[in-house]
C-alpha cells in the first residue's frame, strides 16, 4: 500500500495500477521520481490524502480477491466475469504498455537494444491478444452463455460456425499458448521484470506493469483452460446424450455442420 512519505519511484516499483492514477493527477512520473508523494502533491497543490485514496481503490480494483469463487459460478456468470475482470484489464493495460514499450525503445533503444526486442514483442502481444478476445467474446463466449441457458445445441448462425465446441476451445488454448510465450521472452529480455540501475521512472513503471500484466493473464488464462472450457465441453457433450437418448432431436454430427461458413 503506497504511503505519504514514499517516493514516486518506489510507489511505481511497488504497485501497477499506480501510473494511471498519478498521470490522471497530472504528476510528472519522470521529473517527480526522487521526491516523496507528499512533496509531489504540495508543488501541485493537491491533497495527498485523496491521492493516497485513489491510489488505494486501484489497487484494491486490480488486486482484491473476487467476491465469490469463480470456479463455483454458473457458466453465463464466469463468461462475464472474465469479461468485466480480466478482458477489461487487457484492453486497459496492453496499449498503455505496448505504448511504454515504444517510447523506451524510442529513448534508449541505442544503448539497451534490448528495449528494441521488448518494443517488437509487446506489439506482437498487443495484436494477438485483442484479436483473441474479439474471437471469444464475439464467437466462443456466446455459444458457451447459449448452452448455459439450455438452448441445446443448435445455434443462430451470427454465433459462427464450427463442428463442436472442442474446436473452438482448442484455437483459444493454442493463443493462449503463444501469448505465454511471448510473455516468457519478455520475462527473459526485462531481466524477470526487474528494471535497471539506470532506469527512469516511466522504465519502472513499465516492468511493473508487466509483471502485473502477466500475473493476471496467467490467472485468466487458468478460469479459460481449467475450468471454462472443460466445463463447456462437458456440458455440450450431456445436452448430445440426452437429445440422443430422448430422440428429440438426433443429431448427425458426422455430415451435418451446425452452422455454415467455420470462421473459427
Ligand atoms: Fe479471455
Ligand atoms: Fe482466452
Wanted: net charge negative; hydrophobic share 45%; aromatic share 4%.
Amino acid at each position: 500500500m503506497a504511503t505519504a512519505t514514499q517516493s514516486i519511484r518506489e510507489i511505481l516499483a511497488s504497485q501497477a495500477s499506480a501510473a494511471l492514477v498519478l498521470q490522471r493527477f497530472e504528476i510528472d512520473l519522470c521529473s517527480s521520481a526522487n521526491q516523496s508523494l507528499t512533496q509531489a502533491c504540495s508543488s501541485l497543490q493537491l491533497s495527498v490524502e485523496q491521492v493516497l485514496e485513489k491510489l488505494a481503490a486501484a489497487d484494491a480494483e486490480q488486486n482484491g480477491a473476487p467476491p465469490v469463487d469463480p470456479a463455483s459460478m454458473a457458466l453465463e456468470k464466469l463468461v462475464q466475469y472474465i469479461v468485466r475482470r480480466h478482458h477489461r484489464l487487457v484492453r486497459q493495460e496492453l496499449p498503455r504498455l505496448a505504448a511504454l514499450a515504444h517510447k523506451l525503445a524510442t529513448k534508449h533503444g541505442e544503448h539497451a537494444p534490448e528495449l528494441i526486442a521488448i518494443d517488437r514483442l509487446m506489439d506482437d502481444l498487443h495484436g494477438e491478444l485483442i484479436a483473441h478476445l474479439e474471437k471469444e467474446e464475439n464467437v466462443l463466449f456466446p455459444y458457451v452463455v447459449h448452452l448455459d441457458q439450455n438452448l441445446g445445441l443448435a445455434r443462430p448462425t451470427a454465433i459462427g460456425g464450427f463442428w463442436r465446441v472442442s474446436q473452438p476451445v482448442r484455437m483459444m488454448m493454442n493463443e493462449h499458448e503463444s501469448a505465454l510465450s511471448i510473455l516468457a521472452e519478455l520475462r527473459s529480455l526485462t531481466n524477470e521484470f526487474t528494471a535497471p540501475e539506470w532506469a527512469c521512472a516511466t522504465h519502472v513503471s513499465f516492468h511493473t506493469g508487466l509483471r502485473a500484466f502477466e500475473r493476471d493473464l496467467k490467472q485468466h488464462i487458468h478460469l479459460e483452460d481449467d475450468v471454462l472450457f472443460p466445463r463447456a465441453v462437458e456440458m455440450e457433450d450431456s445436452i448430445g446424450s440426452e437429445l440422443q437418448s430422448g430422440g428429440l432431436a438426433k443429431l448427425d454430427k458426422a455430415s451435418e455442420p451446425l452452422c455454415e461458413s467455420p470462421e473459427l
